[in-house]
């Protein structure tokens, strides 16, 4: 059965900091592109960042691309996304992504909210 399972969500005040995390299970993790995608309240997709198969490049969204970092471990099977300088506007469901030629799998998402 394949799992993507984020966490690391939380309250955080703006300025603040949060690591989150997504763990994958059931495919082969070296074989995908990962992404972090998020939803704001009452908002659509927003693609966040991605990371190729072997970690080689990273692309971010321009509004996060100073302030966020994507990265991998192979040996975890796990994906991570640092964001540093968090505000309000980051408050968002995160959900994790993996894809690859015909395949799309996705977690149930983590809840950031950056609030005072």
């Known amino acids: 059965e394949v799992q993507l399972v984020e966490s690391g969500g939380g309250l955080v005040q703006p300025g603040g900091s949060l690591r989150l995390s997504c763990a994958a299970s059931g495919f082969t993790f070296d074989d995908y592109a990962m992404s972090w995608v998020r939803q704001a309240p009452g908002k659509g997709l927003e693609w966040v960042s991605s990371?190729?198969?072997?970690?080689?490049?990273?692309y971010y969204a321009e509004s996060m691309k100073d302030r966020f970092t994507i990265s991998r471990d192979g040996a975890k099977n796990t994906v991570y996304l640092q964001m540093n300088s968090l505000k309000r506007e980051d408050t968002a469901v995160y959900y994790c992504?993996?894809?690859?030629?015909?395949?799309?799998?996705w977690g149930q998402g983590t809840q950031v909210t950056v609030s005072s």
């Open positions: 992504n993996a894809r690859r030629f015909g395949s799309d799998f």
């Open positions: 990371i190729t198969w072997n970690g080689d490049s990273t």
